[in-house]
């Protein structure tokens, strides 16, 4: 299964933004790009290069590669609405998103994992396919012996009820949630402008 397998925390100082929770504090003692030159690199910024940033932030972000990424750009444009709330709500609805958001996890390279490695059940059956679309009022929980397992209990400790979104209903006790709705594109406060990643794939 093909992911990203480089620096994510070279990544970040790149693009500007902490990519996962250890490349913040890179971000705040490198606040640049890296390279030799990086704190030197000025000058006006193409439009086709803030497209192509937008871009890389939401495949970073969400760890999704490029063929795929292009593909739920597809499919968001031939729905009904806005193609780039439709791109949001799509890649929000992903299993390992779900299962981050859900606070099971501290970043969706980890909830990816916790995916892959068949720990987690959808309605029952047990689902290991990160890029899954869950729908409303399908239920996830942990296979019988995959529960209260030390990381997951962690993650759910340090989050903050205010972190869970609200289409999201979690029952930390019993390490279960139900996805709710779709989320509407107002209520998902990511730092990426989506309009400029259909503009750059519009061309």
Known sequence: MARFRGSITKVSRRLGIALAPKAEKYLER???????????????????????????KMKYLYGILEKQFRNYFKKAASQRGVTGDNLVRLIERRFDNVVFRAGFA?????????????????????????????????LIEFRQRSKNMGAVTDSLNKTPESRIPAWIQVDKANQKAVFLAVPERVDIQEPFNEQLVVELYSK
């Open 30 to 56: 490198r606040p640049f790009p890296p390279g030799q030159h990086g704190q030197g690199r000025k000058g006006k910024v193409s439009e086709y290069a803030l497209q192509l940033r937008e871009k890389q």
């Open 106 to 138: 501290p970043s969706r390279s980890a909830a990816r994992q916790l995916v892959t490695h068949g720990h987690l059940l959808i309605n029952g059956k047990k689902v290991d396919i990160p890029s899954y679309m869950v729908s409303p009022s399908e």
